[in-house]
């Protein structure tokens, strides 16, 4: 299979980013990867593809604006947009089977690759349980509002797309 990877965090040192570099080593194993990343990891990724036999990946460098304090969630905003018009280019010139957005892990931040017409796997550990059901009685009332139009938000939306 051809698959598309929306890896925003992916290099092999790091929390999230290590969650990003380990879905990629193993997805690799058995598919062709292209994976979107951001720019900033690019040192890293090379040093550890020098090392390392990486056949079937083929990363794909997304820049934007650098990030800094509470402004980095925008700037994870703006590098998803980008990323898609990346992704919508791929796409004409590779054949794809599938999308897979695997980092950032969160279902408040989005991404836009369930747009792209394909089959669309949202890798996020909010799908196996929402967090407002696991911390209903530990939150406020107009907390436990805010999740649950989040998650009708995020229901409309994925009704859109591809979603899996």
């Not at 090392?51 to 800094?68: E, G, I, M, R, W």
């Not at 408040?108 to 747009?115: C, I, S, V």
Request: charged share 15%.
């Amino acid at each position: 299979m051809k698959v598309l990877i929306s890896a925003y965090a992916c290099s092999p040192e790091g929390s999230e980013c290590g969650v990003g570099w380990n879905m990629v080593s193993r997805i690799s194993k058995y598919h062709q990867c292209w994976v979107l990343v951001n720019s900033v990891f690019k040192p890293k990724i090379e040093e550890k593809l020098a090392q390392l036999n990486f056949k079937n990946v083929n990363f794909v460098y997304v820049s934007t604006a650098k990030p800094f304090g509470l402004l980095h969630y925008f700037y994870y905003i703006a590098w998803q947009i980008k990323a898609f018009f990346v992704a919508k280019k791929l796409c004409q010139e590779i054949d794809f089977d599938l999308v897979h957005h695997v980092t950032y892990q969160n279902s408040w931040l989005p991404t836009f690759m369930g747009f792209l017409g394909l089959p669309f796997i949202f890798d996020s550990s909010y799908l196996q349980a929402p967090p407002w059901q696991i911390l209903r009685q530990a939150m406020s009332f107009q907390s436990f509002l805010q999740e649950i139009l989040i998650e009708f938000v995020i229901k409309i939306i994925s009704s859109f797309s591809n979603f899996y």
